[in-house]
């Protein structure tokens, strides 16, 4: 089981401060997984990959990242995010919706570098 590190809570306002999904860079302008960008793409409408499931583990009160021969611990407000990746809603607007819900966040910086580190590790699309 691999843990993902994610922006701090919502709400809080502190910067961010955690590592790295396992295989990125913290590094801006640090080289990513061959194939693969960090930027987003104009109009991005992040969606889970086909083979990634959001559950929740109530045994272990966690959310998780269900892949084909992996499971990742989601941390932080990890899942509130993705939860809005529906594949609907542009990064625009997913980060106006976390900025009404948590004011004071740093949600317009953490929350595409975020995402970016997903798309990178291949788990949104």
Same mark, same amino acid.
């Given at each position: 089981?691999?843990?993902?590190?994610?922006?701090?809570?919502l709400?809080?306002?502190?910067?961010l401060?955690? @590592?790295?999904?396992p &295989?990125? $860079?913290?590094?801006?302008?640090a080289?990513?997984?061959?194939?693969? $960008? $960090?930027a987003?793409?104009?109009g991005?409408?992040?969606a889970l990959?086909?083979a990634v499931?959001?559950r929740?583990?109530r045994v =272990?009160d966690a959310d998780? #990242?269900v892949?084909p021969?992996?499971?990742?611990?989601l =941390? &932080? @407000?990890?899942a =509130?995010?993705l939860? #809005?990746?529906? &594949?609907?809603?542009?990064l625009d607007?997913?980060?106006?919706? #976390?900025?009404s =819900?948590?004011?004071?966040?740093p949600?317009a910086?953490?929350?595409?570098?975020? #995402?970016g580190?997903m798309?990178?590790?291949?788990?949104v699309r």
């Amino acid at each position: 089981m691999t843990t993902a590190d994610t922006p701090p809570a919502l709400g809080t306002p502190p910067a961010l401060g955690t @590592s790295p999904v396992p &295989g990125t $860079s913290p590094v801006p302008g640090a080289p990513v997984a061959p194939g693969t $960008s $960090s930027a987003a793409p104009a109009g991005w409408r992040p969606a889970l990959a086909p083979a990634v499931n959001l559950r929740h583990d109530r045994v =272990r009160d966690a959310d998780l #990242l269900v892949l084909p021969e992996r499971v990742v611990v989601l =941390r &932080g @407000s990890a899942a =509130r995010i993705l939860r #809005l990746c529906d &594949g609907d809603r542009d990064l625009d607007a997913i980060v106006a919706e #976390l900025m009404s =819900r948590f004011p004071g966040a740093p949600v317009a910086e953490d929350v595409p570098a975020f #995402l970016g580190r997903m798309r990178t590790e291949g788990w949104v699309r």
